[in-house]
């Protein structure tokens, strides 16, 4: 099979790419100078912070899964041209939002501080772990009540970005991104008359724009109903297809139970990592930041991956394999050339990034380390992260879960859990252990996608 990028493809690639990346993009600029900024507070601000925010990923990823698997079949939907296909979806990820909500709602104010209190190890580096829990828990507490406008424009998100329109979502992310850096300078420190609220200032910041891009991104929805036409008669009735309900449980709950086990895999790792102590929180937290920023170029295409393939599915149906094989492996090594790019420049300023933190040097050092890690490892993520989207693009779900939560849970934790409890190894040594054993998921997404055992329309 020749891999080969035309000018057409490359074209198309980009067009549903490129906003989905600056998207991505100013949005993880922005949580970075949300950081930085309660990081100039001081390191129990910002580790309390990052606890909470390591939390949060899980629920945030349940909704994401809790949505992917309707949004299998939105996308294939729209490469039919079926719109009232488009509007059941629709409806049903409206309906998954709120149920999901609910329910993270429920976990947090339940059980937030035992949660908190899994990550406070004292290491003799300069945290305190009965300040970082007020912290953390001044945070979780406003963090709450974005929830439910997060969750809905996640389902407006997905369906509009279904029809190619990406544009629009990348707007809204823009106009809340600025709304969430104005009110944290405004609210963190105290500006303009207004109170120094620190972490919780952060919070309250963050829900505001969350609200606001609910705003901006349903109106324009509803208002455009020529270019996103699912919009009209959504709200009419919340009627779906019993025979779609079951479907869409079906190829949905694996991806759903897939983001829940692997995000709370990652904060197992997470958890894990920290009975070296609390810097180790600090520094990851700093690693992480800059990191998420860079890492865009592979996770853009990861979405736009799904949405390609999703639509060519639906295009095409499965009597085109060897084409649609084609169009992923171009899609991959896309993927990987852009990550290359983009780990070549993090590698370039791991060591000045940190030094923005009012810590100690020991996290700083540290922190250098995990992103120069992170940058060389950029390309074995990009690979995984595009061959589960082909994946999961024909509803091969529970393949899917056990590619992504499975390795996660059988492979990587185990590894951390034992470096961690059964040897005196650095933290350095460790994580670039359990970071090896990504290669062998590598492997095993191109094997699944060179078979094609992914080809499969849904939708008929």
């Avoid at 899917?400 to 859990?417: E, H, K, N, Q, Y």
């Avoid at 933290?427 to 670039?432: A, K």
Wanted: charged fraction near 10%; include cysteine.
């Amino acid at each position: 099979m020749k891999l080969h990028f035309d000018r057409k493809f490359v074209r198309h690639t980009l067009a549903i790419a490129l906003p989905i990346m600056l998207q991505n993009g100013i949005t993880n600029f922005v949580n970075m100078l949300d950081n930085i900024m309660v990081g100039r507070v001081g390191t129990d601000p910002m580790t309390g912070v990052s606890i909470v925010n390591s939390l949060l990923f899980v629920w945030n990823l349940c909704i994401f899964g809790g949505l992917s698997g309707i949004g299998i079949f939105t996308a294939q939907y729209c490469g039919k041209g079926d719109d009232r296909g488009v509007r059941y979806t629709f409806r049903l990820q409206m309906v998954t939002a709120l149920l999901l909500t609910g329910a993270g709602l429920a976990v947090f104010l339940s059980g937030g501080g035992r949660l908190i209190t899994l990550y406070l190890h004292e290491d003799g580096g300069g945290g305190n772990a009965a300040a970082t829990m007020q912290y953390a828990l001044s945070y979780l507490r406003v963090m709450c009540i974005g929830f439910l406008p997060f969750a809905f424009t996640q389902a407006y998100d997905t369906t509009i970005r279904s029809h190619g329109e990406t544009v629009a979502p990348m707007t809204a992310s823009i106009l809340a991104v600025a709304v969430n850096l104005a009110g944290n300078y405004i609210l963190i420190y105290g500006k303009f008359g207004a109170p120094a609220l620190g972490v919780t200032g952060a919070a309250i910041a963050t829900v505001i724009s969350r609200f606001v891009e609910l705003a901006y991104i349903a109106v324009w929805a509803h208002t455009h109903a020529e270019r996103v036409p699912f919009v009209r008669g959504a709200y009419s009735s919340l009627y779906v297809p019993r025979v779609l309900v079951i479907s869409c449980v079906e190829k949905g709950f694996p991806l759903l139970l897939n983001e829940a086990l692997w995000s709370g895999g990652q904060a197992v790792l997470t958890q894990i990592y920290s009975l070296r102590g609390l810097s180790v929180v600090s520094a990851f937290n700093i690693s992480q930041t800059i990191s998420n920023v860079f890492n865009v170029a592979f996770i853009a295409m990861g979405s736009a991956t799904a949405i390609i393939i999703g639509q060519k599915l639906g295009e095409l149906g499965e009597d085109h394999p060897d084409e649609l094989k084609a169009e992923a492996g171009r899609l991959i090594l896309f993927s990987v050339l852009l990550s290359i790019i983009s780990g070549f420049f993090l590698y370039l300023i791991a060591g000045l990034f940190p030094g923005i933190y009012n810590t100690s040097a020991e996290i700083r050092g540290l922190a250098a380390s995990f992103i120069r890690v992170s940058a060389v490892f950029m390309a074995v993520y990009a690979v995984a992260n595009a061959s589960y989207f082909v994946i999961r693009s024909g509803g091969k779900t529970f393949i899917t879960f056990l590619f992504d939560s499975g390795f996660c849970w059988a492979v990587s934790i185990p590894i951390a859990w034992w470096l961690a409890h059964y040897t005196s190894m650095p933290i350095l040594e460790m994580y670039v252990i359990v970071q090896c054993a990504e290669i062998l998921k590598m492997g095993a997404g191109l094997t699944l996608v060179r078979k094609g055992i992914w080809i499969r329309d849904i939708t008929v």
